[in-house]
Nanobody, 124 residues
Framework: QVQLVESGGGSVQAGGSLRLSCAAS????????LGWFRQAPGKEREGVAG???????TYTDSVKDRFTISQDSAKNTLYLQMNSLKPEDTAMYYC??????????????????WGQGTQVTISS
């Protein structure tokens, strides 16, 4: 059973930074796509970033050049460094894992494992 536990959410002002962490029982090198999703009130859950078995990273357009996904394979920890935060980044952020070699962030149904979420709130 894959286990994912997020931490690191909080409240910051626009322009600030936060780093989310996800303690995982797997890592991408074992054949999983590990990703971050977010869900704002009244909106669908959307894929934000993913990292694949060979280290390739993928991002949704709205966070490119601001967010960076990384992992520490030795610690089985996934990170999401978020810079230049905007009020529209406010959401519950989820760590997720898919038993696929490549990340397809548009296919939420590929991700069979989810963490409990951590809240990120950006004030203007």
């Amino acid at each position: 059973q894959v286990q994912l536990v997020e931490s690191g959410g909080g409240s910051v002002q626009a322009g600030g930074s936060l780093r989310l962490s996800c303690a995982a029982s797997v890592n991408s090198r074992s054949g999983y796509c590990l990703g971050w999703f977010r869900q704002a009130p009244g909106k669908e859950r959307e894929g934000v970033a993913g990292i694949e078995y060979d280290g390739r990273r993928t991002y949704t357009d709205s966070v490119k050049d601001r967010f960076t996904i990384s992992q520490d394979s030795a610690k089985n920890t996934l990170y999401l460094q978020m810079n230049s935060l905007k009020p529209e980044d406010t959401a519950m952020y989820y760590c997720a894992a898919a038993r696929t070699m490549r990340c397809v962030l548009q296919r939420r149904d590929f991700f069979g494992y989810w963490g409990q979420g951590t809240q990120v709130t950006i004030s203007s």
